[in-house]
């Protein structure tokens, strides 16, 4: 139990365009979930915070309006990164909690974001 | 603030060798602290955790103690594996949003 999934996997965009980033609790219901990003070689940099129903809470340096997250229902969050930028690339993963798991973060598989 | 300082890697080992990961960390109130472990080109997986002062956490032959007077979560295993090859990430959770903070990660390549 407690399966996080993300769509897509990897993905690779020109610079200007948006990309949407899904992240789904598929036998849990999630009522925070939290977006990480990392850099090759690196740790996981927290991004956002984001429970069900409410306005994402961002960490510190991280633009609002460049990473929109959206967390709509109990098993999906989005994160939307806003005209990507070359710099942008990096390896998205999201956790989330909730429930009979609520002490635990459940991690999704991770989706690559190449920008070009 | 709260952080987590792991050995820098890589650490490159023989099949049925020691291991051993150090951690330590600083942290205002009692943070529970976890191990987790990443395989190539997946996501983070909990490996172990320990909440409180003393416990010891285990998980696949791996084990951690979490030592207050230290403030350190040494990952430990007996005989590594090729199978154990990944990155490993300390973290903490504070006690009160409960926010993970990691470590930088440390690559681990067991050679048969």
């Known amino acids: 139990g407690a399966v996080v999934s993300q769509h897509p996997s990897w993905v690779i965009c020109k610079s200007g365009t948006s990309v949407k980033i899904e992240c789904r609790s598929l036998?849990?219901?999630?009522?925070?979930m939290f977006w990480y990003r990392q850099f090759p070689k690196q740790s996981l940099m927290l991004m956002a915070t984001?429970?069900?129903?409410?306005?994402?809470?961002?960490e510190q340096g991280v633009e609002k309006d460049k990473f929109l997250i959206n967390h709509a229902s109990l098993t999906l969050s989005t994160l939307t990164v806003t005209s990507a930028h070359p710099e942008d690339s990096s390896f998205y993963i999201c956790?989330?909690?909730?429930?009979?798991?609520?002490?635990?973060?459940?991690f999704g598989p991770g989706t690559r974001l190449t920008v070009l | 603030g709260n952080s987590v300082t792991q050995m820098e890697g890589p650490v490159t080992l023989s099949e049925e060798a020691f291991l051993t990961i150090n951690c330590t960390y600083t942290?205002?109130?009692?943070?529970?602290l976890f191990w987790y472990v990443q395989y190539p080109g997946e996501g983070l997986q909990l490996l172990l955790k320990?909440?409180?002062?003393?416990d010891k956490g285990s998980n696949k032959g791996f084990e951690a103690t979490y030592r207050k007077e230290t403030t350190s979560f040494h990952l430990e295993k007996g005989s590594v594996q090729v199978s154990d090859s990944a990155v490993y990430f300390c973290?903490?959770?504070?006690?009160?949003?409960?926010?993970?903070?990691f470590g930088q990660g440390t690559e681990l390549s067991v050679k048969p």
């Open positions: 320990a909440t409180k002062a003393d």
């Open positions: 036998d849990f219901q999630a009522t925070t």
């Open positions: 973290a903490l959770s504070d006690s009160g949003p409960r926010k993970l903070i």
């Open positions: 984001s429970n069900e129903g409410s306005k994402a809470t961002y």
């Open positions: 956790s989330a909690r909730g429930g009979v798991t609520y002490n635990e973060q459940f």
């Open positions: 942290a205002t109130g009692y943070p529970s």
